[in-house]
């Protein structure tokens, strides 16, 4: 059983009292270290992300996570490791996935395949002919059929070169609708040297890192007195941007990860009955100042951070839906036009955002380096991606998978800016295209970010609450 599990019995009171007394300890030292200020690398400051995700983001992203289109997520969690042999996956009952029965898949979504999300896209003489389109969006009825065809053409393109994450094939037998909201990300109980072991092959060997410098709290790292990770921030400090955003990014999702684990963590189960909910001594343990060294207070910057970049994203992808062209079709007509309005209204609150980070600034050298070093970048997040598939746990995993590729899905659209800018109104284009995988990946990942940072302002009261009830 995993640590944070309490069973019903004589001893759970004075556990419960322990626990309290446990935590009391650590009050100050987390209030008073509290995430504020203007975050490096942009000119946005913590407090303004605050308000904006909680009185404007939150509350809609929430809404259209329960939306079928963006509940429904096809991933096939049977992929083998690329990396190492598998050390077998968890056995913890909460580490399972529970598949969705085909029946209960909306028809438009089963329907059609990865790229298809109109109607007309799931009609079946649309599936005939385009069957191989893997570059085709959402089309209507008044295409012509020379475009159709251009459609086939276009399928042939080898669209790798704009990827930044290893999509799953959903066409493999392997691969599974998932109802996410019957899944939730929590604390599963998988640690240990399997998930360690993911993660340092994330950040050893992906984050453009030496490995003559050691990240701070690393075990392997020989001891360094009271160096305390900072000869590892002056590494940081001199890489070019793009590669310091390369490593927020990953330790922003990092933390955000950790983050809804305390939040979800499994904290009593009586008569099999299972009570989640936040832990603090858990978030102590993952993001206090002084039981970490410093290290916490910079994994939730980098979160922030981490929920610019992909806000930023979203503002630019906006003309991609407002397109009278994407229905997100599932068959149900009414659920989809109030789908793509709360869709829309949420794309038209990002783009209100006055601080958003410039992603101009980034690749912005002599051309050939430019180029080379966005290749480079792309290909070290492709890699990230792959890695999720070594995670043992398959809610984990699930989970990874989806915000790696909801992150990756962001990557792509931030350097895409001049094919969504010549995007045609009432056709696909050839130049930029989203899958239905991509855009549930892309929504539920923000998702996410968003619900982090609801998550960490809930953490701040409960621990200010619990230290006024106690003086």
């Not at 995430?35 to 995700?53: A, E, P, Q, R, Y």
Request: aromatic content about 10%; some cysteine.
């Amino acid at each position: 059983m995993s640590p944070g599990v309490r069973r019903a019995g004589a001893g759970q009171g004075a556990a419960a009292a322990v626990q309290l007394l446990v935590t009391l300890s650590f009050l100050p030292s987390v209030v008073e270290a509290q995430v504020t200020g203007v975050l490096d690398d942009c000119l946005c400051d913590i407090d303004s992300i605050d308000n904006f995700n909680t009185f404007k983001i939150f509350p809609k992203i929430k809404k259209l996570q329960e939306r079928d289109y963006f509940r429904y997520y096809k991933v096939n969690l049977k992929r083998p490791c690329p990396f190492w042999a598998e050390d077998g996956h968890c056995s913890i009952k909460d580490c399972h996935v529970e598949p969705c029965p085909e029946s209960k898949i909306p028809v438009g979504i089963k329907a059609g395949n990865s790229n298809k999300y109109s109607k007309v896209a799931n009609n079946t003489k649309e599936l005939e002919d385009c069957e191989q389109a893997s570059k085709l969006g959402a089309i209507n009825s008044t295409l012509s059929n020379q475009s159709k065809e251009a459609f086939i053409d276009w399928a042939r393109y080898d669209d790798s070169q704009d990827h930044f994450c290893e999509l799953d094939d959903e066409r493999s037998p392997a691969a599974q609708y998932v109802d996410l909201l019957l899944n939730p990300e929590r604390y599963t109980g998988y640690k240990g040297s399997s998930a360690w072991r993911v993660w340092n092959s994330i950040y050893e060997e992906n984050c453009f890192k030496p490995r003559s410098v050691y990240r701070p709290l690393n075990p392997l790292a020989p001891s360094r007195g009271e160096d305390d990770g900072e000869s590892f921030y002056t590494w940081l400090e001199g890489l070019c941007l793009e590669k310091r955003v390369f490593y927020k990014l990953i330790s922003g999702l990092h933390a955000s990860i950790n983050l809804h684990l305390c939040a979800n963590y499994l904290l009593e189960e009586t008569w099999g009955k299972p009570s989640w909910g936040p832990n603090m001594k858990e978030f102590k343990r993952r993001f206090d100042p002084v039981e970490t060294k410093g290290e916490g207070p910079r994994r939730l910057k980098n979160l922030y951070f981490l929920y610019l970049i992909e806000l930023r994203a979203l503002s630019k992808v906006a003309p991609y839906f407002e397109r009278s062209i994407v229905d997100l079709y599932t068959g149900n007509v009414q659920e989809d036009a109030d789908t793509k309005t709360l869709l829309l209204n949420i794309f038209q609150d990002t783009k209100s955002f006055p601080m958003h980070f410039d992603e101009k600034s980034m690749f912005a050298g002599d051309k050939k380096g430019a180029k080379s070093l966005k290749e480079e970048f792309r290909l070290h997040f492709k890699n990230i991606s792959r890695i999720m598939d070594c995670v043992g746990c398959d809610k984990c995993r699930l989970w990874g998978k989806l915000q790696t590729q909801g992150l990756g899905t962001a990557l792509k659209i931030l350097f895409s800016e001049k094919e969504i800018q010549k995007l045609p109104e009432n056709s696909p284009s050839k130049g930029f295209q989203l899958t239905r995988q991509e855009i549930v990946a892309l929504l539920n990942a923000f998702g996410r970010l968003s619900t982090s940072i609801r998550e960490l302002q809930n953490f701040k009261v409960l621990l200010q609450h619990s230290r006024c009830h106690c003086i």
